[in-house]
Each structure stands twice: as C-alpha cells, then as structure tokens.
DNA sequence: CCTGAATATTGACTGAAGTCAATAAGAAGA
DNA sequence: TCTTCTTATTGACTTCAGTCAATATTCAGG
C-alpha cells in the first residue's frame, strides 16, 4: 500500500481537519505515517534525503546505525513499499532516493489551506 | 514527550529533508508520527477536527467506533501526550480540541523550502 | 450523602513489529 | 566458473501496542 494509493491524495482535495476521514482512508494513511513512526527509518529517509546527489547505497546507509545489516534493509523496503522512496539498481550496490511528492502530499494533507487541486 | 518539545521544532529550522536527524530528534519525532500510526487515532483526530465547535467528549467520539469506550480513552491519551489534541473537562464531560499549532509544525516540517525562524 | 452519568485505570490477552544470525540470491571481475 | 562484494530472505525471538472486561474515579443533581 503506497502513498500513491490513497484516495483522498489522488483528489488532492482533504487536508486532515476539515472532514471526518473514512475507514479506508484512515487505514490507508495509518500505513504512511507507520512508516515514519519509526526512528531508524527517520533517521534513514534524511540521511538518504540530505545527501549530496540525494541517493545511498544500503552499506553506506548501515554504517551510521548500530543495527545489522538485513534490518537496515527491512526498513528500506518498508519505506519503499509506502512509496516514500525509491530504489535503483546499478552494478552490485543498490541505490535508495526519496520521493519528494511523498513529503508534499503529506505536508498538503496536514497543513489546513493548502488544499488546491 | 510532546511535539512541543521536539528540539528541531522548536528551532524550526529543519525540514525534514535537509538534514540528517540525530538520534535525538528521529526519536522524538518517531514518537509523534507513531501518535498518527492508527486507523483509529487518525479518524478520531479529524473527527474533532472537523466537528462546528471544534470539540467532541468521549462518547461522542466513541459513538462513531466498534471499540469499547476504554479503547477510545486509551487513544485519546495518546494524542494528548503527543501534543496533538488539547482535553478540558466541563460538568461531567472531557472535551477534546486538536491543536493547530500541531499540525502546522508537522507540515513545515515536512514542506522543503518553508522553514522560516 | 447517594445515585447516576461520563471518563479513566488496571490487568490480561493477542497480534504486530523490530531485531538478529544464518543463509540465499544477484552481479562483477579474474 | 569461482570468488567476492552487496543486498535480500528466512525463521526465531522479544518487546510493544491495541483491545477488552472489570473496576475505579470524578462530577452533578436531588
């Protein structure tokens, strides 16, 4: 379930406060912000984010943490499968980048008045 | 532990994306999104959110969810020690209220290119 | 005070999620 | 193809989080 997927970021039009969300799209949105709800995973989507060309590889990703190597991996794919990031492949190593209409869609749901279509 | 006291916040300098968070801010952070982590939070935070009046009690709410009346409790807890919801007690009633200021800090951090002092 | 109404707390259960060690899989180079 | 480097998967363990039933607490009215 990505963030692409929700409902009321396809229709651009809902910030969070002004109308009762559905059972649909709370679960869907609970998912995106479960993403985020953890902090090797936050700590990972800035690291990858602020980095000069904005992309990491999992080694260089995994030497700034204390956890293995396949956890850091595990919290790659949970932020890719809320298409919060994306990852390319290119010769062994594989390279993570973020996905800016993610941050903005959420930005747009939370920030009342800011709901253009 | 509070969005107030979220050290990047209180700066709100630092959007998301340009930085690397410390272990510090990613765990306070982690914390706050992990308050939006649930279908259930989520629905009852736009609920009051969208309420004429800007405020519901605990019944109210409760009417709206197949969870017992405990459960509805026990979630509006955890928005209030997130600092995202406010609750004052009126007659026998507790009334909740979202606090703007929450969300916008959430947004702008989120939001690359509007961290203003 | 006693009763009734609204909310909170406690304790227990259950399922989800983070972590690791071990191993597999994919790609590049000799 | 064999080896090495990088990443992914599996299975097990443990902690955390959501839920409920039962009970406690707080307040208003009579």
């Known amino acids: 379930m990505s963030i692409n997927e929700l409902p009321l970021l396809e229709g651009a039009r809902v910030p969070l406060a002004s109308d009762p969300l559905t059972e649909i799209e709370?679960?869907?949105?609970a998912h995106v912000f479960k993403a985020l709800a953890d902090p090797v995973r936050?700590?990972?989507?800035?690291l990858i984010a602020s980095r000069a060309g904005g992309e990491a590889?999992?080694?260089d990703l995994a030497a700034h943490f204390d956890v293995t190597q396949p956890t850091i991996s595990h919290h790659l794919k949970v932020l890719r499968e809320s298409g919060l990031i994306d990852s390319e492949r290119r010769?062994?190593?594989i390279y993570s980048r973020v996905r800016p209409q993610a941050l903005?869609?959420?930005?747009?749901?939370l920030m009342p008045g800011e709901a253009a279509s």
Chains 1, 2 share one sequence.
């Open 91 to 93: 010769g062994t190593s």
């Open 26 to 29: 709370a679960a869907a949105l």
């Open 42 to 46: 936050l700590r990972l989507f800035s």
């Open 104 to 109: 903005a869609q959420l930005a747009m749901l």
């Open 57 to 59: 590889s999992v080694l």
